[in-house]
């Protein structure tokens, strides 16, 4: 039976349920074999954000041999409000994959689980939505940020809230406990889920004496990307993204529309390169750290050195598509190779099905809704 809280992983004071992605993560941190899950949901191409968010991070837990990865395709949970979209959905899932696979994702190393080739996890959802206090459910303030944006899509027949939306985050409980999931690395909008998740197990734990592990949120310390024009987070429902399909030519067209400094219009004023846009993402993306420090030194001293935003542009040009041309390369691989890529997919998530039924045996085992006549039998 599997432990609760991995050992040595760093906790981070106040909220136990809380891992902070740490460098050292690769290798020595965990002393046994622990099951990640997390997930994605298939809504449209991937972009910046999603690699640097996520997928960089699923590299590096695939890569470490302590884990064992379980990544999500949750179709069912973006049906969930999107119901008048199935077409596009259904490219999607294939889009996802395509994407997953280009950037390094591999099948035979990790789990690749369609949510809705797993029926387990509706029948897991549907008893943990019994341990669930109405109360709790709906005081999640993601869910009501969520619910809020839904509202605002106006007088349209796809406005309303559903009933399952309000579930949904049951839903991602069942998600992570089938495949017994001890970590779960996600975006910080999505710990109120990781908290309601060790709400519900540790309940169900308690009332039927079962010992499901108790899920860790791991949170990457990349900070959000930012709109070209400096402004809220990289969303891929909002344009203005970089695809990581992206070419030269739109990668180019991309970065010198972004917005530089609004100390430009103030020669005097102190350049705050923090609203740099170019700078920002040179932070997150260039290597070459000592590179960039003398880079902006020389930036804001413009005057003597003369360094100006198309020669900060064009590194940044030069980065993103070291970045993006081998996936983009990949990409083309496989969508020239697409029976590689669906031959496999009903397989995939076999495995999942399988460790789910073992969990759901024994936990209707212990809330006495298996074999009924047993009792009666001689
Ligand atoms: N809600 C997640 C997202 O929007 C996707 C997701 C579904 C998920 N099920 C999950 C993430 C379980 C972590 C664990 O991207």
Redesign the pocket.
């Known amino acids: 039976m599997k432990k609760n809280v991995p050992k040595n992983g760093e906790v981070v004071k106040n909220t136990p349920h809380v891992i902070r992605w740490i460098e050292d993560f690769r290798g020595k941190v965990w002393d046994r074999v622990v099951t990640c899950?997390?997930?994605?949901?298939p809504s449209g191409r991937l972009h910046l954000g999603h690699y640097k968010w996520?997928l960089e991070n699923w590299i590096a837990l695939q890569n470490n041999p302590n884990i064992k990865n379980n990544f999500?395709i949750?179709d069912y949970?973006v049906l969930g409000d999107h119901l008048w979209d199935t077409e596009r959905l259904r490219a999607s899932v294939i889009d996802m994959v395509i994407d997953w696979l280009a950037v390094g994702l591999d099948p035979k190393k990790s789990n690749f689980v369609v949510?809705s080739y797993v029926p387990e996890f509706a029948e897991l959802f549907n008893l943990l939505t019994m341990f669930t206090p109405y109360s709790v459910a709906t005081n999640n303030p993601t869910l009501k940020d969520e619910m809020k944006k839904i509202e605002n899509r106006g007088e349209g027949e796809n406005s309303f809230v559903s009933l399952w939306f309000i579930n949904?985050p049951v839903?991602?409980v069942a998600?992570?406990m089938l495949p017994y999931?001890e970590i779960?690395?996600?975006?910080e909008d999505?710990i109120p889920?990781i908290e309601l998740a060790r709400k519900i197990i540790k309940k169900v734990n308690t009332m039927y004496g079962t010992d499901f592990p108790l899920p860790l949120a791991m949170i990457s310390e990349t900070p959000r990307l930012v709109w070209t024009d400096g402004s809220d987070k990289m969303s891929k429902s909002l344009g203005n993204t970089i695809y990581l399909t992206a070419t030269l030519k739109e990668i180019t067209a991309w970065v010198n529309s972004m917005y530089t400094d609004p100390g430009k219009t103030n020669v005097q004023a102190k350049w705050n390169l923090e609203k740099h846009v170019v700078f920002k993402y040179l932070d997150i993306f260039y290597k070459d750290k000592a590179h960039l420090e003398d880079l902006k030194k020389r930036y804001v001293e413009w005057w003597e050195h003369s360094v100006g935003d198309g020669e900060v542009k064009k590194l940044l040009i030069k980065v993103l598509d070291e970045l993006i041309a081998p996936i983009r390369e990949q990409r083309e691989y496989y969508k020239n190779n697409m029976d590689l890529v669906i031959s496999s997919i009903a397989e995939w998530s076999q495995n999942v099905r399988n460790m789910g039924q073992d969990l759901l045996s024994e936990l209707k085992e212990k809330m006495w809704i298996l074999d009924y006549g047993r009792e009666f039998r001689r």
Do not use: E, K
């Open positions: 899950l997390t997930g994605m949901r996520a999500l949750a949970q949510q949904y839903s991602q998600d992570i999931g779960v690395p996600v975006w999505q889920h």
